[in-house]
T-cell receptor, first 110, second 114 residues
Framework: QQQVKQSPQSLIVQKGGISIINCAYE??????FPWYQQFPGKGPALLIA?????SEKKEGRFTISFNKSAKQFSLHIMDSQPGDSATYFC?????????FGTGTRLTVIP | NAGVTQTPKFRILKIGQSMTLQCAQD?????MYWYRQDPGMGLKLIYY???????DKGEVPNGYNVSRSTTEDFPLRLELAAPSQTSVYFC?????????????FGEGSWLTVV
């Protein structure tokens, strides 16, 4: 059973466009929601994270929007660049475990 | 500036063989984790450790064993390898297990069981 559902599976965006990746969860005990970025042949690296008492968090071109009542959160990448091409994973923290979404492969076309 | 180091990077095993994936961290982190990553499935927690001498099962522990004799090292043992264990394995660590503590991942170990 997938604790965190992520969509889309893949995404192609033009350079300068906005990339949006969505995630949903069921367990209201989750208390921390990070996004990880993974380049081919590398491990995931923390990109940005949010707690459920905050509706939005912005760091540079990356923004998390969080809707606690709908149990959904999303990653927005503004002014997408070819260097952003990677796989993105949302995650949700439970007790001693981080549950990951299935990943979104983002390709930014120059 | 090593962070989390995993060895080997690539390995091919025959069915029924055993092997150990090595993991070491130099950040003095208390928590260490082993995840496996299968295509289209995200990462699943195999085992974790909250400190030296303490380990516990994650979501998918069957077929694996771990030990944590020191703060730095957290090896993952595969006994009687099966094709279902073909995957990419990631070791990770964090200072504590509380929310907000960044989990740092190694670069992965690609394992194929034939």
């Amino acid at each position: 059973q997938q604790q965190v559902k992520q969509s889309p599976q893949s995404l192609i965006v033009q350079k300068g466009g906005i990339s949006i990746i969505n995630c949903a969860y069921e367990n209201t005990a989750f208390d921390y929601f990070p996004w990880y970025q993974q380049f081919p042949g590398k491990g995931p690296a923390l990109l940005i994270a949010i707690r459920p008492d905050v509706s939005e968090k912005k760091e540079g071109r990356f923004t998390i929007s969080f809707n606690k009542s709908a149990k959904q959160f999303s990653l927005h990448i503004m002014d997408s660049q070819p260097g952003d091409s990677a796989t993105y994973f949302c995650a949700a923290k439970g007790t001693n475990n981080l549950f990951f979404g299935t990943g979104t492969r983002l390709t930014v076309i120059p | 500036n090593a962070g989390v180091t995993q060895t080997p990077k690539f390995r091919i095993l025959k069915i029924g063989q055993s092997m150990t994936l090595q993991c070491a961290q130099d950040m003095n982190h208390n928590y260490m984790y082993w995840y496996r990553q299968d295509p289209g499935m995200g990462l699943k927690l195999i085992y974790y450790s909250v400190g030296a001498g303490i380990t516990d099962k994650g979501e998918v522990p069957n077929g694996y064993n771990v030990s944590r004799s020191t703060t730095e090292d957290f090896p993952l043992r595969l006994e009687l390898a099966a094709p279902s264990q073909t995957s990419v394995y990631f070791c990770a660590s964090s200072l504590t297990g509380s929310s907000g503590n960044t989990i740092y991942f190694g670069e992965g170990s690609w394992l194929t069981v034939v």
